[in-house]
Every structure is written in structure tokens, then in C-alpha cells.
């Protein structure tokens, strides 16, 4: 799928977005949880995780780079499960998942990395 993901965007469950390297990937997992393994010779260690498990699985759930910044998990009824807190006087928001182990929310018109994993490796 690539390892960006443009503003308004909706992802949805099983969807993943992998670093130009191919070394670390993205996931929104069935299980209603999103995360960033690092692939490696001996398989994939999760290295962050939204911590959003839901035994009742991701059924309609999305995650969305909304337009005002925030990168949020949403459930079926709209309920906001876990958001970045990232809101800030965007244009034009994205996800970049990063061949240094970050994913990070950037803009294509202010300067910097508003958000991110916390991750580089």
C-alpha cells in the first residue's frame, strides 16, 4: 500500500503501509489495534502500539488523518478509541511510516513533524 497515508483518508481494518525499506510496517489489525512492527530475519517485534484490543474485533472501526491533524481510531458508532492529540492549523495532513522506525503526521505546507511514534530507531 505504500507508507504514506494522505488526510481523509480512511484505513481500515487489515490494511498496512510499509517503510520505502520494507523494514518497518503499519497495521490496523481485526483486532481494533494499530501497530508499527520492525520486520527483521526472525519475523516482525511490535515496537508501538495504539493499545486499542478489542475482543469484539475491528468490525466497521477505521483510523483517519483527519483534515485538522489528529490522527484518530474510530469504532463503529464514531466513538474516538484513541486519537493522536495532534490537532494544529493543518493543510494538507499525512502518515509516513519511516524507513528510521518513526511514523510521523507531516504536512505538505507547515514545516515538521507534528506527531509521531516516538519510535526512531
Given at each position: 500500500m505504500g507508507d504514506r497515508v494522505e488526510g481523509d483518508t480512511p484505513i481500515y481494518p487489515g490494511q498496512e503501509f510499509v517503510s520505502a525499506s520494507g523494514e518497518y510496517q503499519l497495521i490496523f489489525q481485526e483486532d481494533s489495534n494499530l501497530v508499527l512492527y520492525k520486520r527483521n530475519d526472525d519475523g516482525s517485534e511490535a515496537i508501538w502500539a495504539s493499545n486499542t484490543y478489542s475482543d469484539e474485533g475491528s468490525t466497521n472501526h477505521s483510523v483517519l488523518v483527519q483534515l485538522d491533524g489528529n490522527f484518530v481510531l474510530y469504532n463503529a458508532?464514531?466513538?474516538?478509541?484513541?486519537?493522536?492529540?495532534?490537532?494544529?492549523?493543518?493543510?494538507?495532513?499525512?502518515?509516513?511510516?519511516?524507513?528510521?522506525?518513526?511514523?510521523?503526521?507531516?504536512?505538505?505546507?507547515?514545516?515538521?513533524?507534528?506527531?509521531?511514534?516516538?519510535?526512531?530507531?
Open positions: 458508532d464514531g466513538q474516538a478509541l484513541w486519537a493522536s492529540g495532534s490537532n494544529y492549523d493543518a493543510v494538507k495532513p499525512y502518515i509516513l511510516v519511516q524507513d528510521d522506525g518513526n511514523v510521523c503526521l507531516y504536512d505538505e505546507e507547515v514545516e515538521g513533524c507534528h506527531w509521531s511514534t516516538g519510535t526512531s530507531q
